[in-house]
């Protein structure tokens, strides 16, 4: 029996990389913006990137994208605001250093080269379920990722409700990646 169950593995795996293809990143940009008071834009950026990419346009169901970013990193521009938003009351950079989202189904969208993820999405440990259509666009072994979505911060503890501050927050993605 355990020579059977470890063939079966064995052969899994092996046909899972058949079809997965495996994409390194190379240059990736993680930006968001943000109304704030009096109908201006707060913009920013976060750093320190990690991520497993395995995505094959023509077998979805073997794709996977898993990335983190370091929440230390975000950066407005302004380091008395990029301080607190590392506070406790923002981003608690140093109780919760990571931000990570992690697809669980990926489709195919109408337009070539679009699709559709669906993701879960973790800060400071609160985890919810979001679809975020994204882009990739193929060019020999190098391709981009490019995405971009809304989330409502105070859903996951990101400050409080505030007439000075929106609640939602758009967040762009582009992952330029080499291919494996």
């Known amino acids: 029996m355990q020579k059977y169950i470890s063939l079966i593995l064995f052969l899994w795996i092996n046909s899972y990389q058949l079809y997965a293809n495996p994409w390194k990143p190379i240059n990736v940009s993680v930006t968001f913006k943000i109304k704030h008071a009096l109908g201006a834009t707060a913009d920013g950026s976060f750093g320190g990137f990690t991520g497993v990419m395995i995505f094959d346009p023509d077998n979805l ?18 380091s008395l605001r ?13 109780k919760y250093p990571k931000i990570t989202l ?3 189904k990926i489709e195919k969208a109408q337009q070539e080269n679009e699709y559709i993820g669906y993701f879960s ?13 994204f882009t990739f666009v193929q060019n020999g072994a190098k391709a981009t990722f490019r995405g971009n979505f809304m989330i ?11 007439s000075l501050l929106s609640d939602t927050a758009a967040i762009i993605i582009e992952i330029k990646t080499q291919q494996i």
Do not use: A, M
């Open 121 to 133: 999405l973790t800060i400071k440990n609160i985890t919810k379920n979001i679809r975020i259509p």
């Open 82 to 94: 990029d301080r607190t938003l590392r506070s406790g009351d923002y981003f608690d950079t140093e």
């Open 61 to 78: 169901t073997t794709s996977s994208l898993k990335g983190s970013i370091e929440t230390k990193t975000i950066n407005t521009g302004i």
């Open 102 to 104: 992690q697809s669980t």
């Open 152 to 162: 409502n911060r105070t859903e996951y503890g990101v400050g409080t409700k505030s």
